[in-house]
């Protein structure tokens, strides 16, 4: 986890320092809606719910939030603070869950879900991200928060299927592709964020899930092997394997 304080923490400030230095008009920090902690019933969080990261990562990222507010507040920095759902999409490197999905169907290995795969995500193409980035930076105020959601929530076993579907199999062939395993430390089971303040700049995302999907898959389908070269170590899972006393007729 000090890795996540090095980049998220110390990173951050060494950007706030030299954009205070050069006297930028505009500083962008993407955040994650994991600070607002673990959300398993109730309503949407806004903007303005007290931070509860429930993890070491994501701590990291309030912190980092801190840092930022902190340099607004002291110096005048021209700050906005973003705070996404989990993004998907070409280019991502394949440790994260879609991504690495895709990859392990395209070279004949399982998808490999922690715990009973019940943790659910919110997803976002990420050029729905960008564009929601690019309104914020030029219709936001300077010192504001915006939440980027999305509609699409899916359990992560419900996201190895639809996969596995999308690549072609039949239903009575998921067993074949996914294997459970034990779950990973620091699994919160949802997050849920309100998107209200940002749709009323204008955004909402174009892009439909399984478009979405398909459109990642052909990416990784033409450019697997070229772009990252050796990722087995990325498709592992981790940290450890299957416990018998996962349900495995849930499949």
């Not at 923490?9 to 673990?38: N, Q």
């Not at 579907?165 to 779950?183: A, P, Q, S, T, W």
């Amino acid at each position: 986890m000090l890795i996540s304080s090095r980049n998220n923490v110390m990173g951050t400030h060494i950007l706030l320092e030299a954009a205070k230095i050069r006297k930028i008009t505009r500083f962008i920090h993407v955040s994650t809606d994991e600070v607002y902690g673990e959300v398993i019933n109730g309503p949407d969080c806004p903007e303005d719910t007290i931070l509860s990261p429930s993890n070491p990562y994501s701590a990291t990222k309030a912190a980092a939030e801190c840092l930022v507010k902190a340099y607004h507040k002291s110096f005048g920095l021209p700050i906005m603070i973003t705070r996404s759902n989990n993004v998907y999409g070409p280019y991502q490197f394949p440790e994260k869950i879609t991504s690495k999905f895709v990859c392990s169907l395209l070279k004949g290995k399982k998808c490999y879900i922690h715990g009973d795969g019940q943790n659910s995500r919110k997803y976002l193409y990420a050029a729905d991200v960008a564009d929601a980035i690019d309104i914020i930076f030029h219709k936001g105020s300077i010192g504001e928060t915006y939440n980027i959601g999305s509609p699409s929530e899916i359990s992560n076993l419900e996201m190895a299927k639809r996969l596995i579907l999308l690549f072609g199999y039949k239903e009575n062939e998921m067993g074949e592709h996914i294997e459970f395993v034990r779950d990973r430390a620091f699994n919160d089971r949802r997050y849920a964020i309100d998107c209200s303040k940002l749709e009323k700049l204008g955004w909402s995302p174009r892009m439909t899930f399984d478009e979405g999907l398909l459109k990642t898959i052909e990416w990784y389908r033409q450019c697997t092997d070229t772009w990252w070269g050796d990722i087995s170590s990325a498709l592992i899972p981790h940290p450890f394997k299957v416990i018998p006393s996962y349900d495995e007729s849930a499949i």
